[in-house]
């Protein structure tokens, strides 16, 4: 693992160090890049409460918005394709979109920096297409992808095609 390279999701740092591709230590090092943004999110978030409990009451309406359309389990179920994507940056934040005992609207950003929203979503049986806004900061826009995601023989969703718009 290269520490110029973008720190890989948390999922795949476990998949990484129980095939042997990466050491103990390793994993430790890339795991606690991830903490040290998670740890800055709630200094921030003590930071400035009021707007902390604004941008976590949009986050569960936003859920609950999807949830109530399609039901969680279908949420949670596309959130756990897109932890597997390569180079889609909010995958870094969905690692554990499976455990139901973590609240849904954990994994949406609809405010602030870094954005990781649904815009719209087209869920069938076999196929499910989700246009997602995600990223940005205060210089460069967020970004809009469109993923087609299928379900494979043992009815688990992947990604088929990912597009940017």
Do not use: Y
């Not at 160090?17 to 943004?37: C, K, N, P, Q, W």
């Amino acid at each position: 693992m290269n520490l110029l390279d973008p720190v890989p999701t948390p999922q795949q740092l476990f998949r990484w160090l129980d095939s042997g591709r990466i050491t103990r230590e390793e994993f430790r090092e890339a795991m606690a890049v991830h903490t040290r943004e998670l740890i800055q999110e709630m200094e921030q978030a003590h930071t400035n409460p009021l707007v902390a409990k604004f941008n976590e009451l949009l986050n569960r309406r936003e859920a609950w918005k999807w949830a109530r359309k399609h039901g969680e389990v279908v949420i949670r179920e596309i959130l756990c394709a897109l932890m597997d994507e390569e180079r889609f940056t909010p995958a870094r934040w969905l690692w554990n979109a499976a455990h139901p005992h973590i609240p849904l609207h954990c994994f949406f950003r609809t405010r602030g920096t870094p954005l990781m929203r649904f815009i719209e979503l087209n869920v069938q049986p076999q196929m499910v297409t989700v246009l997602i806004e995600h990223g940005g900061s205060e210089t460069l826009p967020a970004t809009r992808e469109q993923f087609i995601l299928r379900r494979n023989r043992r009815t688990q969703l992947f990604v088929e095609r990912r597009d940017l718009l």
